[in-house]
């Protein structure tokens, strides 16, 4: 069964700063490329940013310069430092494999005040 667990979110004002976890059991993160995603109320999830190996990483033009993807592989975790927080990056956050998704853990809850 795989298993991912987010944490990390909250509330913060903007142009504040959050780092996001998610622990991924070791069938699914040893292998694979892995993103995080978000869903925003009424709007499809949408990959935010994706590391391949340990340092090949993508980001969406919304979130370049801000946002930096990075993972552990000793503890399975991959992380997503935010730094320059905006309103519009409120969302839902969760991670999974890239390109192809598998089962979705809960998400951890991002919202951002202006």
């Known amino acids: 069964q795989v298993q991912l667990v987010e944490s990390g979110g909250g509330l913060v004002q903007a142009g504040g700063s959050l780092r996001l976890s998610c622990a991924a059991s070791?069938?699914?993160?040893?292998?694979?490329?892995m993103g995080w995603y978000r869903q925003a109320p009424g709007k499809a999830r949408n990959l935010v940013a994706s590391?391949?190996?340990?340092?090949?990483?993508y980001y969406v033009p919304s979130v370049e310069g801000r946002f930096t993807i990075s993972r552990d592989n000793a503890r399975n975790t991959v992380y997503l430092q935010m730094n320059g927080l905006k309103p519009e990056d409120t969302a839902v956050y969760y991670c999974n494999t890239y390109p192809v998704p598998t089962n979705w853990g809960q998400g951890t809850q991002v919202t951002v005040s202006s």
């Open positions: 070791g069938s699914v993160f040893s292998s694979n490329a």
């Open positions: 590391i391949i190996g340990d340092s090949t990483t």
